[in-house]
């Protein structure tokens, strides 16, 4: 039967050789036989150990949810035979917890809030009748072109691009 490694892409290879070299280098450090196969190496209270020292370490939820499932890619390939459901279990109950930490937060404004505050600027330009100068008209130009933004969906490229002789 062909392994499951046999159809890793060669970024998939080397991801999941560093993943897996770095739990060797975790098991040698805590004074493990290396002798032992491959496999047997990875129990449920190693592998707790191992993010232990990873928390410890301060590598973020979603780069140790990665480096388990470097880890367990390498198991599946190796010993594909064995119940590796527990550790697809730790891997989803990462993933979880690291998927929750990065949803993200509302906005403290809304485009609206934004529009409002260019425009009183704007109308404040206009109103005071400011200098005529290049760090007024700067300043204008930035404002317009915050209430540009909050008004038109265009990528940063297409506004950068846009031209008073094309445009």
Not at 6 to 31: C, D, L, Q, V
Request: charged residues 25%.
């Amino acid at each position: 039967t062909r392994s499951r490694a046999a159809s890793w892409t060669p970024a998939t290879i080397k991801t999941n050789r560093e993943g897996y070299g770095r739990w060797i280098n975790f098991r040698a450090r805590s004074g493990s036989d290396l002798a032992e196969a491959p496999a047997d190496r990875v129990t449920p209270a190693r592998v707790r150990s191992y993010l232990a020292e990873l928390h410890e370490q301060q590598v973020s939820l979603r780069t140790r949810c990665n480096r388990i499932a470097q880890l367990l890619s390498v198991m599946l390939a190796i010993a594909p035979n064995r119940d590796w459901s527990w550790l697809k279990r730790r891997l989803r109950h990462l993933g979880a917890l690291a998927n929750e930490g990065r949803r993200q937060s509302p906005l403290p404004l809304l485009s609206g809030d934004i529009l409002h505050e260019a425009l009183k600027v704007l109308n404040g330009f206009q109103r005071d009748s400011l200098d005529p100068g290049l760090p007024a008209a700067i300043t204008y130009r930035n404002w317009l072109m915050v209430a540009m933004f909050t008004l038109l969906a265009l990528r940063r490229h297409n506004f950068a691009s846009l031209s008073l002789e094309r445009h």
